[in-house]
């Protein structure tokens, strides 16, 4: 096939302006391609925040929904990324019942088996932590099964790209310069 | 020292240093505040008075178009804002510059379901090429220099800001700077040098170039740049609908029309060039037919300040982001020379199978009905060829574009991407109050005049010298012939009953000329000319006249229909 589907992760930079999102995610949806997890947040630079995007789609589809994105006035730049680019992570939290996890026994050994750990524990209920890829975190969600999952849920996913150092951060520098430059 | 004055104020104020002297609109109650003010602005500002905010945008569209400068509509909130909604998804298609001002509840009632509440924001967001609410009048100056700047520089766009009243009446200390830097926003990026060097490449190889031109050309002020290009490399050129203009008609190298209903040489060339040249446009579906068989044999260069359009459509050998102003003249700089005369010698047969099928029997009948396209050809005629055309959708827009001639830029105004009905009135109005010294005039449909029709109201009050020429065919004639080419005839709710139109013209105070035949067609031209006084001109063309040359939905540029029945060779 000339134009298989695959995933990819969406990485947008923008400024902190209400109605982003949404403008963002109306691309998305303009294009026909579901949004499989979207996480939203600060970075380290004030004022700039970062929306990673995780879809499905043709390479060209995902490329114009990328170019219709980074045209927004107030996108600072867009990036797309399929998975051998990126370093990702997403965070689980389980909700089990504690006199049940205490029945189960061997739990120090699944938890280091998974590299997940215990973030909270009372009488009733005791919350498992995992960061992982998806299916690391489903995997345990089933080992759990016999314990009894109360609640589970996870996080969008958050990825940082394989390149040395994001093009974002060069770009804004880049644009520093050019307003000095006019405003002088 | 402070400078307090009202966040209503401040937008009088910051309009002014944009350089804003005529804003279309109409008052309502979330707005009052800037009404108000207006009273101590109209030595400086002209306040046109609409009479649906529709109208008041593409008037806005209009006056953009001919002038280049934004247009500015100022609206209430709610009813007022969501009629204005047509026109700003217009502007966006057609990359036209406006600046929308809508009024806003105040902002503790946002998000209650408050009178005349409606999620502006949302709504025009996605059709918009920023929006922007503001919530203080501190923030008046600055939201109207930004919005100025984006709505003016790279591809042009509506933008919208949406003023709360508490904004409006809140006081700040005014001080206004423009705007010409935003750090997320590039309008006009710096050329690549490896593009323009790819580009000249393909151009010195050329044996049978073609360009294919857009309204970028004209947004750009690259009309001069365009022609230079063309005469070293002596490359024939086509223009896109909302191109037209760009290039004097008489202009040896230029083509005609591409597209659906364009001319058949520059289509039939599209499809036989080596090297396509795409001047700011973006390849809609109404100039490509079919993708899969567009241009497939040509190696295609296209130039383009917008990076989304590069390769959206068209796969590209080499796309270059920039103005066409700039792009043209480092590559008319850098190619060579050339001469071209057997491809340029090539059109010749296209051109005369089209005059004698098409253009002499439209323009030249002598018997029955006035024909759309002789009337077309006659007005513009009568204006030396130098009015302003301005086209409302269908049949009436189609002849317009095909039988009018132009020596002088930005003279042609059309919708094209959305292909509004009712543009045509208000946008004329809008190009009249932009350029009082230019001869405006319309070619409206029967149907599209009756969708803003109201604005004979704004008219007669602002003493508008538009001269409305109704090709009257009793039909929505566009969809008529596509009921009659694809759909066997069937002609499902495209009767229309007609008003006088002669009494409703009176009612306004706007003489009417009634056009029934052929003979008198040359002595209303001249009553119509006489003066600078609005006219309505209602012609009685053929009913079932057809638009031809056609490349139908669903064929390839190459595949055109010459009459209803048969088919170019
Ligand atoms: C707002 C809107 N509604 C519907 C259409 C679909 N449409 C395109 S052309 C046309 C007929 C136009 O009829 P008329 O104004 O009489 O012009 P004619 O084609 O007869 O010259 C219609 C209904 C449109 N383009 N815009
Ligand atoms: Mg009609």
Redesign the interface.
Known sequence: MENPVKEYTVTIY??NQ??LL??IT?VFT?HGLSIWSLSAGATSMEGVHNITIVTAGTEKKVK?SV??I???????KAFFYTADKIVYRELCLYKVSTAALMEYGNIEDLLNRYHARIVEMNKVFTIIQKTGYSNETASLHDELKDVGVLQFVRSGRIAVSRAEQEPVFKF?RK??K??NQ??N | MKNLITGAEALWRALQEEGVKTVFGYPGGQIMPVYDKLVDYQDSIHHILVRHEQGAIHAAQGFARISGEPGVVIVTSGPGATNVITGVADAMTDSTPVVVITGQVSTAALGTDAFQEADVIGLTAPISKWNYQIRTADEVAWAVARAFYIARTGRPGPVVLDFSKDAQVGLTDFHFEKCNFIRSYIPNPKISDVAIKNAVALLDAAEKPFVVFGQGVVLGHAEKELEAFLTKGDIPAGSTLLGLSALPSSFPLYRGMIGMHGNVAPNIMTNQCDVLIAVGMRFDDRVTGTVETYARQAKVIHIDIDPAEIGKIIPVEVGIRGDAKTVLSLLTEKMQARKHPEWNASFGHCDAVEKEKVIDPEVYPTEGLLRMGEVVDRVVRATGEKAVVVTDVGQNQMMGARYSRFNQSRSFISSGGLGTMGFGLPAAIGAKIARPERTVCLFVGDGGIQMTMQEFGTIMQEGVGVKIILLNNNWLGNVRQWQELFFRERYSQTRMLNPDYALIARAYGIRCISVPDRASLEPALKEMFADDAPVLLDVHVQEEGMVMPMVPPGKGIHEIMITDSEWYK
Do not use: A
Request: glycine share 4%; no cysteine; charged share 45%.
């Open positions: 923008t400024e209400i109605g949404s403008q109306n303009r114009e170019q219709q980074e045209k927004r006035v107030d996108v600072i804004l644009r520093e050019e307003k006019q405003t």
